[in-house]
């Protein structure tokens, strides 16, 4: 198995290129399936998991190639409503294919996925959407088997659901009659799916906003080709490496909109941002001012980036407070992050942080995507060498990662452990 090695103490400088949005191609790839065509999907990440999306269309009759950063996807001969256990259970993300099977099949077998490093992530909102549009759910040693015709209905989501939501716009998209989604997520990967919704013929209306409102159509048309978003969070994960680390970076291919928080909380952590429509430019002297900071849907501050941004805390001038309200036990790189010395303490999902002068190199171990980039970013800024083990979950998430903090100066490499 391989790990990561890394000598710290460089500067980052220079610029990378963001790879396209893990978390908005996987529900899209999944939309091929409503309607059968031939689509191309451009700016695809080459990650672990669009590789196992793309197994998942194979299983069930489709085709899944990789050319370059495009995929050509072939849902013509798809007639297998089937997503099992040992698949969904290495991604959660498979689950996405519930409301493309119900959309197009009226059936879907979809292993029900367990919890995940961090602890359980249930799928009640999901189930209980479609059983408000009408579809019968049971579960069979661990499979749930959904039936019916779908048809609209008015939907009010207790806590926003970035996967529920996805779900059941694409349920709703060929279901008969209005389908009303109350409390919708709005991350930028949910107003791409709609975007390639509409683009399949689907009439949806409150694009970026918490209310969705889908007329549904049986008159789909398939096979087209599509532009996939930039990736706010691998953009995220960069900009607060190089506020770790000092440097000047800029980051090519990305949206500065939809890293607006991301961007101000680093301006008050006393880097300086500049940007543009398509591209971001850090410079940052590596002095690290103390920020609190509370998670929230978008557009609070991504989760998903709350390891990486404790990790930039923990060589803070001062103590800082980092809140998890999404997830919140999603702290297990607490206990990695203190093996570089950071003084680090959790009560509930508050953590607190007292801020320390450096980090030194140790053997540390990754246990989910983002809490393996916190790891990277904290073992570049530390002095001395460090060793990341069961690197399978960057790799997961992140496009080339070690070769694109090559090109930023790193001293990183990925070897056989
Ligand atoms: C998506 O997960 C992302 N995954 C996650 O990114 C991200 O952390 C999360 O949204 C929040 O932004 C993908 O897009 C593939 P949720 P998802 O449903 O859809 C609770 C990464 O690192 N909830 O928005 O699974 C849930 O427990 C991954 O790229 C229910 O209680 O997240 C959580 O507390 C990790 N019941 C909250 O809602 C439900 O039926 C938000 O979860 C659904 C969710």
Not at 71 to 81: A, G, S
Not at 140 to 148: C, F, H, V, W
Not at 304 to 322: E, K
């Given at each position: 198995m391989d790990k990561i090695v890394i000598n710290g103490g460089k500067h980052l400088n220079g610029e990378v290129f963001i790879s396209g949005a893990k978390n908005a191609v996987l529900p899209i790839m999944t939309a091929c399936i409503i309607e059968p065509g031939k689509y191309t999907l451009n700016n695809v990440p080459d990650l672990r998991d669009t590789r196992t999306m793309g197994r998942l269309i194979e299983m069930i009759g489709g085709s899944a190639q990789f050319h370059k950063n495009s995929?050509?996807?072939?849902?013509?001969?798809?007639?297998?409503?089937v997503a099992p256990y040992e698949l969904v259970k290495t991604m959660r993300a498979s689950f996405y294919v519930l409301g493309p099977f119900m959309s197009r099949y009226n059936y879907a077998e979809v292993s029900l996925p367990g919890g995940c490093?961090?602890?359980?992530?249930?799928?009640?909102?999901?189930?209980k959407?479609?059983?408000?549009?009408?579809?019968?759910?049971?579960?069979?040693?661990?499979?749930?088997?959904?039936?019916?015709?779908?048809?609209?209905a008015e939907i009010d989501f207790e806590k926003v659901s970035v996967g529920a939501t996805g779900n059941t716009l694409m349920a709703?998209?060929?279901?008969?009659?209005?389908?009303?989604?109350?409390n919708a997520a709005c991350e930028p990967d949910i107003t791409d799916l709609v975007d390639f919704l509409v683009k399949l013929g689907g009439n949806i209306e409150g694009r970026d906003t918490t209310q969705l409102t889908i007329y549904g159509n049986s008159q789909l048309k398939g096979g087209f080709e599509y532009d996939i978003i930039p990736d706010r969070i691998e953009a995220g994960t960069f900009l607060i490496g190089v506020a770790l680390t000092g440097g000047e970076v800029t980051l090519r291919n990305v949206n500065p909109k939809h890293l607006e928080i991301v961007i101000s909380k680093l301006k008050d952590v006393g880097v300086n941002i500049q940007y543009d429509s398509d591209s971001i430019t850090i410079s940052s002297s590596g002095n690290i001012n103390p920020v609190?900071?509370?998670?929230?849907?978008?557009?609070?501050?991504?989760?998903?980036?709350?390891?990486?941004?404790?990790?930039?805390?923990?060589?803070?001038?001062?103590?800082?407070?980092?809140?998890?309200?999404?997830?919140?036990?999603?702290?297990?790189?607490?206990?990695?992050?203190?093996?570089?010395?950071?003084?680090?303490?959790?009560?509930?999902?508050?953590?607190?942080?007292?801020?320390?002068?450096?980090?030194y190199g140790a053997p540390v171990m990754s246990t989910d995507i983002r809490a393996s980039a916190s790891l990277i970013l904290a073992a570049m800024a530390a002095e001395g060498s460090s060793e990341i083990s069961r690197i399978y979950h960057i790799d997961r998430g992140y496009e080339n990662i070690e070769m694109k903090l090559q090109g930023l100066g790193a001293d990183i490499k990925r070897t056989q452990a």
């Open positions: 995929m050509q996807i072939n849902t013509v001969n798809c007639d297998k409503p490093a961090w602890g359980p992530r249930p799928v009640d909102f999901h189930l959407a479609l059983e408000s549009m009408g579809a019968t759910i049971s579960l069979e040693r661990g499979n749930l088997i959904s039936k019916g015709k779908l048809h609209g709703a998209v060929k279901a008969d009659g209005i389908t009303v989604i109350n609190d900071m509370t998670t929230g849907a978008y557009p609070g501050f991504p989760t998903d980036l709350q390891a990486q941004w404790m990790a930039l805390m923990c060589l803070a001038s001062g103590n800082s407070t980092v809140i998890d309200e999404i997830y919140h036990d999603r702290f297990t790189h607490m206990a990695e992050l203190s093996r570089f010395g950071a003084k680090l303490h959790l009560v509930d999902n508050i953590a607190s942080i007292n801020g320390i002068k450096n980090f």
